[in-house]
């Protein structure tokens, strides 16, 4: 009997680690229809390795250590973990179901479509909030922070008077 209770710990103990995310800064994009997407970026210990195949089939490695947690409109939420890409930066999960790109200003979101073949997008938006790291401030909504950058007002901008 005890030696049950001591694997369901031992089991929970495992889950709450795998579970684990230390956010080190967190972006917001926002989609034509006002719908959020928040993605919080952060690091493993161990990197990670993948392989990434060129059009001619030579096969490169690649390692990270960087990972995201993107959480969805409707909740939905997945870790990621960055791949080689040529054109921004790439993300997916473990399993290969969801994919996180991210280019310039721009993110995209894609679910891995029912038939297995390719990627359907899920969400595309435009990055709307500054970056930020959350271990030194609290969370704060979009509404309540300024427009406008500190420096960047109305008295800094217009034609200047030299005397």
């Not at 921004?88 to 399993?95: I, V």
């Not at 709307?128 to 309540?144: D, F, G, M, T, Y």
Request: net charge positive.
């Amino acid at each position: 009997m005890q030696i049950k209770y001591i694997f369901a710990g031992l089991a929970l103990a495992l889950l709450a680690g795998c579970a684990s995310f230390e956010p080190t800064r967190s972006q917001k994009f926002v989609d034509e229809s006002g719908q959020f997407v928040h993605v919080d970026y952060g690091t493993e210990k161990e990197p990670r390795m993948s392989t990434f195949v060129l059009s001619n089939g030579v096969k490169l490695p690649f390692k990270s250590k960087l990972k995201v947690r993107v959480t969805m409109p409707d909740g939905d939420d997945f870790i990621a973990y960055q791949r080689m890409s040529t054109t921004g930066n790439l993300y997916m999960d473990e399993k290969e179901n969801w994919e996180y790109f991210e280019q310039g200003t721009g993110c995209l979101v894609a679910h891995k479509a029912p038939d297995g073949k390719g990627f359907l997008i899920r969400y595309q938006g435009t990055l709307c909030a500054s970056v930020r790291n959350p271990l030194e401030e609290k969370r704060q909504s979009i509404r309540s922070a300024p427009s406008t950058p500190q420096g960047f007002g109305r008295e800094s901008s217009g034609p200047r008077t030299v005397e």
